[in-house]
């Protein structure tokens, strides 16, 4: 899968791993990064590291909509402009499913 595109599938199950993630850093409760990523790889097949990357770059679309991101994923400003777009789409369908709740 190295060097392959991100299937609208990974990106979508990521942004709802790092919203997660979030929730939980916000309440306070601890959890282990590298234990999501695994979970995803295991998923898509992808490497951790890759997930660890794109968990930053979801950071980075965060951070440009001046909205809170997770400590210790530092914003990775190189996403490419499609995948930017389809992060901060799966982004605000979430906001928008949590307010229906």
């Given at each position: 899968?190295?060097?392959?595109?991100?299937?609208?599938?990974?990106?979508?199950?990521?942004?709802?791993?790092?919203?997660?993630?979030?929730?939980?850093?916000l309440s306070g409760q601890s959890f282990v990064k590298k234990e999501y990523y695994q979970?995803?790889?295991?998923?898509?097949?992808?490497?951790?590291?890759?997930?660890?990357?794109?968990?930053?770059?979801?950071?980075?679309?965060?951070?440009?909509?001046?909205?809170?991101?997770?400590?210790?994923?530092?914003?990775?400003?190189?996403?490419?402009?499609?995948?930017?777009?389809?992060?901060e789409r799966y982004l605000d369908l979430a906001k928008r499913a949590a307010k229906k709740?």
């Amino acid at each position: 899968m190295f060097g392959e595109p991100w299937s609208e599938e990974e990106i979508k199950a990521s942004v709802e791993t790092y919203l997660e993630m979030l929730h939980l850093e916000l309440s306070g409760q601890s959890f282990v990064k590298k234990e999501y990523y695994q979970r995803l790889a295991g998923k898509f097949g992808r490497t951790i590291k890759a997930y660890e990357y794109r968990m930053q770059n979801i950071s980075y679309v965060l951070a440009e909509k001046e909205q809170v991101w997770i400590k210790g994923l530092k914003p990775a400003r190189n996403v490419g402009t499609n995948v930017a777009a389809e992060i901060e789409r799966y982004l605000d369908l979430a906001k928008r499913a949590a307010k229906k709740e």
